[in-house]
């Protein structure tokens, strides 16, 4: 089994970096790839080592958390804080930092509602949803030209 190799990835040091490359969005093929052995002795290692296994699960499950909330969040639609920066100068030319905080609201998404509709709501979504996905470059087109007129003011 990896010539003893496992040992070292048993340490509490290494299963924490192997968390943080799996809440990082390493799939086990990349993991198994940085840490030097193969996808299968990576999977001999998950059912063997609970520890391993526990570590790589803990990464996953916080990255995956982190999805699904941004997920959420485009069905819903959300504001973001922005911060802008300018260096005014007076008469004198004294210069001056001068920083502006707007907050800009980003438009839920239709693709994001029918992704999480068909996965939660299958029984209602299931074929019907691809009707609204053929029409999506036409809304995303005039949903960015409405953003666009909105934060020119010309609202």
Request: charged share 45%; hydrophobic share 30%.
């Amino acid at each position: 089994m990896a010539n003893g190799k496992y040992k070292e990835w048993l340490k509490k040091d290494k299963l924490k970096r192997l968390e943080h490359m799996a809440r990082n969005g390493a799939r086990d093929i990349d993991i198994a790839k940085k840490i030097g052995i193969s996808k299968v002795t990576l999977y001999e290692w998950k059912k063997r080592f609970p520890e391993f296994a526990e570590a790589l699960k803990k990464g996953k499950d916080e990255y995956d958390d982190e999805v699904e909330e941004a997920l959420y969040n485009l069905t819903k639609g959300y504001y973001v804080e922005e911060e802008t920066v300018k260096i005014e100068e007076d008469e004198e030319g004294n210069r001056t930092i001068v920083r502006k905080k707007t907050k800009r609201y980003i438009a839920p998404s239709v693709t994001a509602m029918i992704y999480w509709l068909q996965n939660r709501r299958g029984d209602r979504w299931k074929t019907k949803a691809t009707e609204f996905q053929n029409n999506q470059t036409q809304i995303n087109k005039e949903r960015l030209k409405l953003e666009k007129e909105k934060q020119e003011d010309k609202w």
